[in-house]
């Protein structure tokens, strides 16, 4: 069969039980091997062995969870890597190692997203489990955020606001989202309010070089104020103690 | 100018799947619905403001220099009373070297948009207002989305709100895409910063192809307008010229681009002796 090995890397070595005393470690899977495409995740879906697995439809098509009953179970698995070890079944993203969720790789977030009113899919819908469903969403609000380009076959033969086909959008771009008409503000733009523009300087500023509030500076206290310290500290005072500092020009 | 084009004005949104609407109308009826449609088209095609950039604020209402050293962090006072509008409300910081002073204009609008928020403008900027990312926008034609865009964003008279105005434009200009602005709210906008810098000839070129002749004479008009020094504008007042003669003093005058305007005002008029020929 065409499907090459990174959808279902089987685990080789013989398969090792779980023991459940607490001095054993429950046995891991190895480390998988890292992807080909981890530093430009957008080649992988340009490339031949994408186009063989999944020809032009979207990732996620003809995923089926396992479930007992005729309804399947109403809310999404939460990851697919329990304890270091995979899931049998894994969700589209999990099960493939080269599909990576990143910002930059339009084309997959596009597959995510509904062509009609812009929302991303419910996780139900297209079956991936909890924890790429969050990482998605990130990665398809960064992207919405930076306007990611399209790649570059542009198809510049239709107007830029003609309606989208579903699936072979002529520019898989990602900013389909709605941006929303916003009346032009009708203020008054003179910015002649005290609140933006300058106000006049406080009244004891009249003068520059003087400071802020009175108290700031040195104050000659009240006679009577003077005559009860004297009396209260007489026996401490020295006798020419004077009534004002000495000036800080001689410090 | 900006052209009426309702199919552009009010094209398809992304809602959500709804099975179409039929309605059955008389003649009188689908008159009255157009008509309507037409006004709401112009209240959606009105100019936003094209204004001067405005000053920074830098005004220090107190320093209280016995305030220095107690904090570590900046302190905002917002006056959040409902009914004052924003460009009237006091937002002042407090330093922690104790001086009160005046919030700048983007922390004005960053108080603001947390404690009054507004419809499509976020606290903090989208990445794609910033210079290396516009070029991206730009190569999908999603112009009139990035304009649109920063009108929520930003206030009329931001710096930012100016240069992403300035960037779009020129790179409309570089590779004459001033159909994509036609019929939208911007086009106003783009027309007032060409004529300015008296960079029309692209847009000339653009309308006489397009056979928008009654176009191109209010560009002149207006270019007349706004330079009335130019030797154009003194020759169409003397001789109070119309229609294409006032595009050919133009052309003669004041265009870089002359063999391109005459090769098309020639194509235009072949195209329309052969139209009432046949």
Sequence with gaps: CHCSDHIFDVITSPQVLPRFCSTQETPKDPPAAPSPYQERPWEYLESEEYRATYGDRPVWHGYRRNHKGSVPPQSPRKACLRRGRRVGNPCPICRDRNLLVDFRNVKLLDQFICPHSGVIFHPIHTGICMKQHKRLSQAIAQAQDHGKPQTPNFNHSQPCWASPKPFNLPFPGLLWLQVPFVPVPEEDFSNQHAAVGKTPPAPALREPGQAWYPWYEWQQPPAAEVARMRRLYRGFLKEDYPDTPPSPSGK | ?278
Excluded at chain 2, 16 to 31: D, I, R, S, V, W
Aim: some cysteine.
């Design chain 2, 1 to 278: 100018m900006t052209g009426l084009d309702l199919h552009k004005v009010f094209r398809p949104e992304k809602k959500g799947l709804k099975p179409p609407h039929y309605k059955l109308m008389t003649e009188a009826q689908l008159e009255e619905a157009t008509r309507k449609a037409i006004e709401e088209a112009k209240t959606k095609l009105i100019m936003p403001p094209v204004l001067n950039e405005r000053e920074p604020i830098d005004d220090v209402l107190a320093e209280d220099k016995i305030l220095e050293g107690t904090e570590t962090a900046k302190y905002v006072f917002t006056d959040l009373s409902y009914s004052i509008p924003h460009r009237e409300r006091f937002i002042v910081v407090r330093e922690p070297n104790g001086v009160l002073r005046k919030a700048t204009w983007e922390e004005r609008d960053r108080m603001i948009q947390i404690f009054f928020p507004k419809e499509g403008r976020r606290v903090i900027p989208p990445t794609l207002f910033k210079d290396e990312k516009l070029g991206t926008v730009f190569q999908q034609d999603r112009h009139e989305d990035v304009l649109n865009m920063c009108i929520a964003q930003f206030e009329p008279d931001s710096p930012d709100y100016i240069r992403v105005h300035h960037r779009t434009y020129e790179d409309i200009e570089k590779h004459g895409k001033y159909d994509l602005l036609r019929s939208t709210r911007h086009f106003g906008g783009m027309v007032w910063y060409l004529l300015s810098r008296k960079k029309a000839d692209g847009l000339l070129i653009d309308m006489i192809n397009r056979d928008l002749l009654d176009d191109a004479t209010s560009l002149i008009t207006l270019y007349h307008m706004l330079h009335p020094e130019c030797q154009s504008a003194k020759e169409a007042k003397e001789q109070k010229l119309e229609g294409v003669d006032l595009i050919k003093v133009f052309v003669k005058t004041e265009s870089q681009r002359e063999g391109y305007i005459q090769l098309a005002l020639q194509a235009y008029e072949e195209a329309m002796a052969t139209s009432s020929a046949s």
